[in-house]
């Protein structure tokens, strides 16, 4: 694999092309102190997420819902939180306000046009001399960053080099698994291996979302460095809040229809077409009273639209079309009938570090039937709150689904029991808390070696 995308250079303050140590940077006046004002701010960072806007569509998945509702919920802890993202329009508000302790703030980094995660990396070193004219213009700095996916760990980085910022970073994806699982390797790859390694290796803390995820970081980033586990969380109230026959009476959905449900991006590694061919197979295909589906926005002529083509053409192609349906793109205030009007739904991905959708389903009493992978090996546990089947084997997937329609008594068991799960692990609330009290271990200072403790005798 030939990398021949280079590191970028801080254009303002930095000169020189090697960021490996920051000694040519220039630092802010403002230094991080450890008072209590500054330690009750946080930056949250998410170059390519934005906390603020429509989820499903496009990139916009998992890691916007995380960091809105991290920020939110430590918003609501008494932290002041400034969420930190890419400008993209300038049509965009500069500053969302989402509640009086939590803010989205856009900041310029190259054209204001949408650029895909992969071409972002050279526009990192304008991100970061806006973050640094953002915190100088307004009097202060930020003692800790919570940084989000790889590009935003490489901003963390340059900051706590700059301003020793401590730094706490959630990757939701790694590089090390997503090239195994794709057959097009982006240019970019080298530099993100490169870049997640040195993350994990100085970040103060690694936050991995899952047990599954913590091996994979210790298997193939590297053996060194801080790792905690603190999963991703889910909004209990807003999903669980409407019953299955309101929410089929609100969708218009007769009481004996078997609804299997898929709520996501169009991503080719989502694997829509393994539960799209899975649903062909179903016993009930022919049964008149089987639906289908699948939900998520997508724009004609991008990537997630060009996915959607590909999966109507296969549904077209297996006859599917009378009983499979595409609402686009669902707002998080609808999806909690989908939901609860499905009698399962589907996490038929390649790989998933995480998978919000499993815990929404399971919160909102719906079983879910999900590729053996990654987080949701944790939050999924079979034949209690749902199945799990190999990922892209249809037949698997396939049985998975009709033993779950088959038995509408086990299917209900299967989703009290979800709920209780996330009620019990995966809240925002939860996951908040043990996201303040790392922050808190973070910032403390660190203990003086006991050689330079000088023991004076009364
Ligand atoms: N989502 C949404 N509307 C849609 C499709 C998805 O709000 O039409 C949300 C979904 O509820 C979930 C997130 O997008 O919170 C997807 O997160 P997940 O971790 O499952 O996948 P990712 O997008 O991170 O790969």
């Not at 092309?17 to 040519?24: E, I, Y």
Request: glycine share 8%; with cysteine.
């Amino acid at each position: 694999m030939k990398n021949n995308q280079s590191f970028p250079t801080l254009g303002v303050r930095g000169t020189s092309a090697d960021l490996g140590t920051g000694s040519n940077l220039v630092k802010t006046t403002h230094e991080p102190t450890m008072n209590s004002r500054t330690t009750k701010r946080i930056a949250l960072i998410s170059v390519h997420g934005d906390p603020a806007i429509e989820i499903g569509k496009e990139e916009a998945g998992g890691q916007n819902v995380y960091v809105r509702n991290v920020g939110e919920a430590l918003g609501q802890l008494g932290l002041q939180v400034d969420m930190f993202t890419r400008r993209v329009s300038a049509k965009q508000d500069v500053i969302v306000q989402h509640t009086p302790n939590c803010r989205t703030i856009r900041l310029e980094a190259g054209s204001l046009e949408f650029v895909p995660r992969d071409d972002l990396f050279g526009y990192l070193p304008e991100f970061v001399d806006n973050f640094l004219k953002f915190q100088q213009e307004n009097g202060y700095s930020y003692p800790l960053v919570h940084t989000n996916y790889w590009l935003s760990s490489w901003v963390g980085m340059q900051l706590k080099k700059i301003q020793g910022s401590k730094q706490v970073h959630t990757y939701h994806s790694l590089g090390a698994v997503k090239y195994n699982t794709i057959e097009n390797i982006p240019l970019i790859a080298n530099t993100r291996l490169a870049v997640e390694k040195e993350l994990l290796e100085t970040a103060e803390t690694v936050v991995a979302t899952s047990p599954q995820e913590r091996a994979h970081m210790r298997q193939l980033v590297s053996t060194k460095g801080e790792i905690e586990i603190i999963p991703c969380g889910t909004d209990i109230e807003r999903f669980g809040c409407i019953a299955r026959e309101a929410a089929r009476t609100y969708l218009g959905i007769d009481k004996e229809t078997k609804v299997v449900l898929y709520v996501g991006r169009f991503d080719h590694r989502k694997g829509i077409e393994t539960l799209v061919r899975a649903v062909g197979e179903s016993q009930y295909r022919n049964s008149g009273k089987l639906q289908l589906i699948i939900g998520g926005g997508s724009v004609p002529g991008q990537s997630d639209g060009i996915e959607r083509d590909r999966i109507e053409n296969i549904v077209k192609e297996l006859g599917m079309n009378d009983f499979t349906t595409f609402p686009g793109r669902l707002s998080q205030e609808i999806l909690p009938t989908y939901y609860a009007a499905a009698d399962v739904c589907v996490v038929p991905s390649h790989y998933e570090p995480f998978g919000l959708v499993a815990i929404e389903a399971m919160a909102s009493g719906t079983p879910v039937v999900a590729s053996d992978v990654g987080g949701l090996q944790f939050t999924v546990v079979p034949e209690e709150t749902g199945l799990l089947a190999p990922a892209q084997d249809v037949s698997a997937f396939s049985c998975a689904i009709d033993r779950i329609l088959n038995n509408p008594e086990w299917r209900d068991e299967l989703g009290k029991a979800g709920r209780k799960r996330v009620e019990l692990k995966f809240s925002w609330v939860g996951v908040a808390n043990q996201l303040d009290e790392l922050y808190v271990k973070v910032l403390q200072p660190a203990p003086i070696p006991a050689k330079e403790v000088v023991l004076v005798s009364k």
